[in-house]
């Protein structure tokens, strides 16, 4: 396992016995660990906290290491998971990917699991999020595909949020939240 990683999942485990329980996870590498998630959080209103527990340059088979100190121990209500985009190359990253959500699933049964395809192009990502979309079931595990082109970063970080956040929320959206959420 990569220093980086393994030092960053021991401080994640750390701050996970002062986080609430039953709240949402966000579990990535590096596109997500870099995602200004709590600045667009912090504009909006949800009934639940939102931890981000990436790590940038996390492969599917670090994150079989981690996932309990980083995620199963909080036992989130809602989980959104986007690996995949370290592991080009690695031939057995589909199955162990198809592994961790399984473990996932058993470990926490009533936790709604939303799988974040790669935006990348080319035969590894097409097969990547087809492997992806193959776990679905449209009840507990859904597929999100995410924006993949905008006018800049910054419109590209906001579409992406937008998707996002309509997930992080249990009830239906009023709205006053509605105006909030697109004005992001």
Excluded: W
């Excluded at 009934?47 to 199963?72: F, M, P, Q």
Aim: aromatic fraction near 10%; charged fraction near 25%; charge should be neutral.
């Amino acid at each position: 396992m990569k220093e980086n990683v393994r030092v960053k999942a021991d401080a994640m485990k750390m701050i996970n016995d002062i986080s609430m329980k039953g709240e949402i996870v966000v579990f990535g590498s590096t596109y997500m660990s870099e995602f200004p998630l709590y600045e667009l959080v912090n504009k909006c209103t949800f009934e639940h906290a939102i931890y981000n527990r990436s790590i940038s340059g996390l492969t599917v088979n670090e994150a079989l290491k981690i996932v309990d100190d980083c995620v199963i121990s909080i036992r989130p209500c809602k989980l959104f998971l986007s690996l995949g985009e370290e592991d080009e190359g690695d031939h057995d990253a589909i199955n162990r990917y198809t592994h961790l959500v399984s473990y996932i699933r058993s470990k926490l049964p009533d936790c709604s699991l939303y799988l974040i395809g790669l935006t990348g192009t080319g035969q590894f990502a097409e097969e990547f999020n087809k492997n992806i979309k193959s776990l679905c079931d449209s009840k507990k595990v859904r597929y999100i595909d995410f924006v993949s082109r905008q006018a800049s970063e910054a419109a590209l970080y906001k579409a992406r949020f937008k998707q996002l956040s309509c997930f992080f929320r249990s009830k239906p959206v009023t709205s006053s939240e509605a105006f909030t959420i697109s004005s992001i």
